[in-house]
């Protein structure tokens, strides 16, 4: 009997250790000074480098950006899964759920106003995000089978998925109003109109 062995992760390189270190003095400098305020020149001082050396493995802020956004996801990814998963989808339930939404973006408002910043700076940081909105979409029974458990045809599933990216995005847009400019004085209206957009789509 052959003895099986276990692979370990090898050794991190020390390209990888610096970009990191850049990556996490971006962020830092994110939220203790806002994506606006901070400069490529202030992300290599604070990562202990030189901004040649910065311009080796970044020639931007949104770039930064691009390589942390992925490790926020899953906690958003998290939740919007938690609705997929809901017995009850009635406005009332989507509305509660909304409400959790909306507890992680006030937990996380510097780092995602990073990435709302970045969004519209750069094709492609706003290509990558909605790429990661249809792998959230992707992971919805909703958008491959039916209520009763049923294969959707194709022709389906896309259509709901395109419907489902949308609704993902819009809900980040109107969230981010609400949370990170304080641009929507009511509130509650708007969130209870997103429930019963969430509700509609996941009760058809």
Known sequence: MTAQTTAVPGPVSRAEETRQRFVDAGVTLFREHGYGATSMSQVAAAAGAS??????????????????????????????LELDTLGDHSPSSCRAWLDRLVALWRVHPTELDAVEQATSEDSD??????????????????????????????????????H????????????????????????????????HQWSGFLTN
């Open 51 to 80: 901004r040649a050396n910065l311009y080796l493995y970044f020639h931007s802020k949104p770039e930064i950006v691009l390589e942390w956004m992925p490790t926020l996801r899953p906690e958003l990814d998290q939740i919007y």
């Open 125 to 162: 940081v706003h290509r990558h995000r909605v790429e990661l909105c249809r792998r959230t979409a992707d992971g919805f029974r909703t958008v491959h089978r039916t209520r009763e458990g049923s294969p959707l045809p194709p022709d389906v599933r896309a259509t709901r998925r395109a």
């Open 164 to 195: 489902l990216v949308v609704l993902i995005l819009s809900t980040e847009r109107c969230i981010s109003s609400i949370v990170l400019h304080d641009a929507v004085p009511e509130e509650e209206a708007f969130l209870d109109a997103l429930a």
